[in-house]
């Protein structure tokens, strides 16, 4: 089984081919400072022509449908929906979150991934692994770095030793978390502080050999919270 990976949640994006049988085929990434839409259709051309493979050739196409910006979600997921709508092949939905922790399988320590959310806030999640894959610990939530971080940081709770932090939420609330947890907080090289979309792409495969297919008319991004033009619409 083929399939294509979109990753759009922020501004370092990108996409992958992933084959079950022949492992990851292409995989780019880019760092877009306006918009996904710019480049992200040349990228998926220029990857499926390198490989010799046609859009038809293609089983599934995986998004990473949030949370994260807003305009970035929106584009990477509309992209999938044309993929699917002229293939008549199926979409998976990934959690964004949850693609980024897989930077770090077999890891002992919890994993923090951490996208900036603005108004003060990041997307969080914690993840352990266990057994072959990771367990959250913590749902994807919006929240205060000092809060997220006093709940770490409470004795007796269910954290302790150290926790591995990433995602553009960590490095942009480094300072904070370094000050709160010491040398309890531990940051990653910089390759490993991105989404990958081949982790998407393999979090999408799984999916997919399980048929866990989300349906194309009713999917909508996982915002975690509504954005400015929801808050101003219901203004």
């Not at 004795?155 to 010491?182: D, M, P, Q, S, V």
């Amino acid at each position: 089984m083929k399939i294509l990976a979109i990753e759009t949640s922020t501004l370092i994006g990108g996409i992958a081919i992933l084959d079950d049988s022949s492992g990851l085929i292409a995989e780019a990434k880019l760092n877009v400072k306006s918009t996904h839409s710019e480049r992200l259709m040349t990228e998926i051309a220029h990857a499926l022509e390198k490989a010799s493979i046609l859009p038809d050739d293609i089983d599934a196409f995986a998004v990473s449908i949030g949370p994260g910006s807003f305009t970035g979600l929106r584009i990477g997921l509309s992209t999938v929906k044309g993929f699917s709508y002229a293939t008549g092949k199926p979409i998976v939905a990934v959690p964004t979150l949850e693609a980024l922790s897989w930077n770090f399988p077999y890891c002992r320590y919890p994993v923090c991934t951490m996208l900036d959310a603005r108004k003060k806030e990041v997307y969080a999640a914690v993840f352990k692994w266990e057994g072959e894959e990771f367990r959250r610990m913590i749902d994807e939530v919006p929240i205060r770095v000092e809060r997220l971080l006093e709940y770490m940081g409470e004795k007796g709770g269910i954290f302790y030793g150290k926790i591995i932090f990433t995602g553009e939420g960590a490095l942009l609330h480094r300072e904070t978390i370094i000050n709160r947890l010491g040398e309890r907080a531990v940051f990653p090289p910089a390759d490993k502080m991105i989404p990958s979309p081949a982790n998407v792409a393999y979090l999408g495969l799984q999916k997919a050999l399980k048929g866990e297919f989300s349906e194309p008319v009713s999917l909508v991004p996982f915002y975690v919270r509504k954005s400015e033009a929801e808050i101003k619409k219901d203004g």
